[in-house]
C-alpha cells in the first residue's frame, strides 16, 4: 500500500541560535517591581523544572534610575541556572503607535507610559543582563488608521541597535494577528521581530482541516523569511474586547469545561510543533483565565501547589508540559528543527476528549476527531 506524505514545513539548517527553538516562560501580569522581582525565586526554580530555556517579565512597575539592583539581581540568579531573560514593555501598542499612544490603559501600565522613556527603559534592561525586549501587542493599521508602522519600524532598527551593543543574540518579541497577513510579513522582513507570535491557534475552527491549514500557513509565512514559527495558543483578545472577532466559530466559544478541554489539546499540539514556544504562566496546570490571581506572586503559589500534585499523575497538564520540555527532540543536537509532515485530515494532536493527554513524538500522528464549531 502506497502513502502520500505532504512536506509543510521543511527543516531549517541555518545556525541553531538559541532563539530558534526556544520554551519561553511567561509572566505576563505588569505589576512587578522591585520588591516583587526579589521575591522571584520560586518563579525561576519552577520554569527550570519545567524545562525552560527563558523566562519572560513584565517589571513595568520598575524605577530604572534607582531600581536596577533588583532586575540584575533576578536576571543574574536566571543565568546561573542556565535561564535567559526576556522583558516586555509596552512599545507596539501604546506609546509608539497608537491609537493609545500617551493613554494610560491595560497596556500601558506603572512607569511605561513616556514614548520617549521606551527606548531607556529597553537599553537599561539590556545593560542589567536581559537576553531581550519584548514589544507585547502589535495592532494592525488596518483596525484604526492612530497605527503608524513607519514609527514602530523606527523604534525596532533602534532596539536592534541596541541589542547588538549589549548582548549576544539578543531577540525582539511582539504579538500580531495571523489576519491581516501583509502586516505580519512586514514585522517579519523589514522589523526582523525574532519571536513574532501570530494568532493562528486562535482563528481556527475545531476541525482537522481547520487546523492543518492554519498551522501550514503560519508555518509558510516565517519559512519565507528563514524565521522561526513561535506559538502561543490563547487568544490576544483576552487583554481587549475589541480584538475579537466574534463571529462565534472559533475553537473557544464553548462552554467553560469543553473550552479547557480543547485548550488542553491544543497545547499538548503545540508542544510537538517546530520552532519555540510561549507558555503563561498557570498555563501548564490548566488554570483559567477566570480563576488565576492577577498578583503573580500568588499565582505562582498556586501553580507550584498544583504542579506537585500533577507531576505524579501520567498524562496531566504539567507533566505533559515537562516531559516536553525535556524531551530530547528539543536539546540533542541536530534534532531541533525537524520537518513536520501531515496527511489529509491528520494533525499532530492529541484526544481532545482526553483532559492531559501526552503529546506525539517529532514525526508521529494522532487523528483529531471532528467536533462542530460552537
Known sequence: ????????????????????????????SPTLGAAELDRTAPIIEHALYLGMDAVLIRPSLLDVDTEMDSIRRFIDKAGEQGLRT???????????????????????????????DLLRRSEAYLRAGAAGIDLGTIVPPQITSGIRLDRLSAYCAMLH?????????????????????????HHLQ????????????????????????????????????????????????????????????RWYSVDHDERLRRGLALQAMMLALPGSLYLRQGDEIALSDSDKPTAPLELADMVAEHTQVQSSQFGSPAATVRAR?????????GLRAPGLRHRPGVVPAPDPRLPGAGSPGRGQHLRLPCHSAG
Open 1 to 28: 500500500m502506497t502513502t502520500t506524505t505532504t512536506l509543510v514545513h521543511r527543516p531549517y539548517d541555518g545556525p541553531e541560535e538559541w532563539w530558534r527553538h526556544a520554551l519561553v516562560y511567561e509572566i505576563p
Open 161 to 185: 541597535g541596541q541589542l547588538a551593543e549589549y548582548v549576544d543574540e539578543g531577540i525582539i518579541g511582539a504579538d500580531v494577528t495571523a489576519d491581516y497577513p501583509e502586516s505580519l510579513r
Open 325 to 333: 520540555g525535556a524531551c530530547a527532540s528539543r536539546v540533542q543536537p
Open 86 to 116: 526576556i522583558v516586555r514593555i509596552s512599545g507596539a501598542l501604546g506609546p509608539i503607535t497608537g491609537p493609545y499612544a500617551k493613554q494610560t490603559t491595560g497596556f500601558v501600565t506603572g512607569l511605561e507610559g513616556s514614548a520617549d
Open 190 to 249: 523589514d522589523d526582523w521581530v525574532h519571536h513574532l507570535r501570530d494568532d493562528c491557534l486562535t482563528l481556527t475552527r475545531w476541525n482537522a482541516e481547520s487546523l492543518t491549514s492554519h498551522l501550514t500557513r503560519s508555518l509558510d509565512e516565517h519559512d519565507r523569511f528563514g524565521a522561526p514559527p513561535t506559538w502561543r495558543f490563547l487568544p490576544p483578545h483576552i487583554l481587549s474586547e475589541h480584538l475579537d472577532p466574534g463571529d462565534g466559530q
